[in-house]
């Protein structure tokens, strides 16, 4: 039995909703300690209660429909030693009296920086390292600026375990593992339970451009609203407010989804064979990469900012989208658990 120290990245629900995943596979073998903030502490605290510690970490800034990357990195680095100091004075007491014998981090910048100073072993599971640690297939190199951030951000870790279905291949194959998207037991559950209601899944995010209910509210047809506290009907907008089994009903039973070009939607989507039309945040270099591949395979499309005319013509080629999804196949998550159960291991013997 190891002891595990797990840090999930704050912002959004997605690295909260994957490492939900694995956290549940740990507790299986190992004690697991967990720290995260913002929305993600939200999501694993509800599901693992008192074993989830508050973090400080980074956070975007953003407006309407647009990321600041760089800015964001910027104001991150230049507060970072006065935040890990905060952090070492509040959190640095019980990491040391539960004793971990390595990190795993979910693109959780903070406590890779205090690990590193503490000398523990560090294991990365996410998806956004393949810009840096990964040759992209058919893409357009990130701009310099993207993965020097990531490398100020980020300490290198002891191996990586990189979520990928675009085919990506890593520089150093000795300490990066390619492993297919971590998927929640709630929707490998749903395999070949899915059906075609008629109605569509929003999903919104605090990056969502306010121009989208206006385009829906144009369109002959019911779309459920999902990742907003907001509930109600306004015409043929639902608003489901923060339900997950709503949000579960919902994504089984849609004609499709709109979403950003996050990587954990995107990746459901693709295992259940529901068509996408992803609206990208803009300069967010990552969902370019993740909606792009989605296209290329001819799951879905994505644009900068909704039309009417964007919508009707996507809706055309719903049969073409379901089509190509078939093909997709499903994915395997036992592989990952074992290699990292072997990775755990040799990193705790040395």
């Known amino acids: 039995m190891a002891r595990i120290w797990y840090s999930v990245c704050g912002e959004g629900r997605g690295h909260a909703i994957r490492s939900e995943a694995v956290i549940r596979h740990l507790l299986k073998k190992h004690e697991v300690l967990i720290t995260s903030y913002g929305n993600a502490k939200d ?23 647009k990321i600041f990357l760089v800015q964001s990195g910027l104001v991150y ?5 006065r935040l890990l100091r905060r952090v070492k004075e509040q959190l640095l007491p019980t990491i040391r009296l539960f004793g971990p014998d390595l ?76 492993i297919p998207p971590i998927l929640r037991e709630d929707i490998v559950s749903m ?41 109600g009907r306004e015409g043929n907008l639902l608003f489901r407010g923060f339900d997950e089994q709503a949000f579960f009903e919902d994504l089984k039973d ?16 693709i295992f259940l064979k529901k068509p996408v039309f992803s609206m990208l945040i803009h300069e967010y270099y990552e969902q370019e ?12 499309n994505y644009t900068r900012r909704l039309t009417q005319e964007d919508l009707l013509n996507f809706e055309q080629n719903l049969e073409k989208y379901r089509k190509n999804l078939k093909k997709a196949g499903f994915w395997n998550q036992e592989t990952f658990y074992n290699d990292l ?10």
């Open 103 to 178: 990190l795993i981090s979910d693109f959780e910048s903070t406590a890779e920086h205090l690990a590193n100073h503490l000398g523990l072993p560090t294991i990365a599971i996410d998806n956004i390292q393949a810009m840096d640690k990964c040759r992209l297939p058919g893409q357009v190199p990130p701009p310099w600026f993207h993965n020097l951030a990531l490398r100020l951000l980020h300490p290198k870790a002891d191996h990586y375990f990189i979520l990928d279905y675009a085919g990506a291949e890593p520089k150093e194959p000795g300490i990066t593992t390619m």
């Open 254 to 269: 849609c004609e499709y989804i709109i979403t950003n070009g996050g990587f954990g939607l995107l990746s459901e989507a």
């Open 43 to 65: 999501v694993l605290s509800s599901h693992f209660g008192d074993r989830v510690h508050p973090i400080e970490g980074p956070s975007w800034i953003h407006g309407q429909g």
């Open 289 to 300: 990469y993740n909606a792009a591949a989605m296209k290329k395979k001819g799951y879905g």
């Open 341 to 350: 159960d072997r990775k755990i291991d040799e990193l705790i013997k040395g």
């Open 191 to 231: 395999k070949g339970k899915t059906r075609n209601r008629g109605f569509v899944l929003v999903y919104q995010t605090a990056f969502t451009d306010d121009t989208l209910f206006p385009v829906l509210n144009q369109i002959d047809r019911q779309f459920h609203i999902h990742g907003t506290a907001k509930k």
């Open 77 to 81: 680095l230049f507060n970072i030693p």
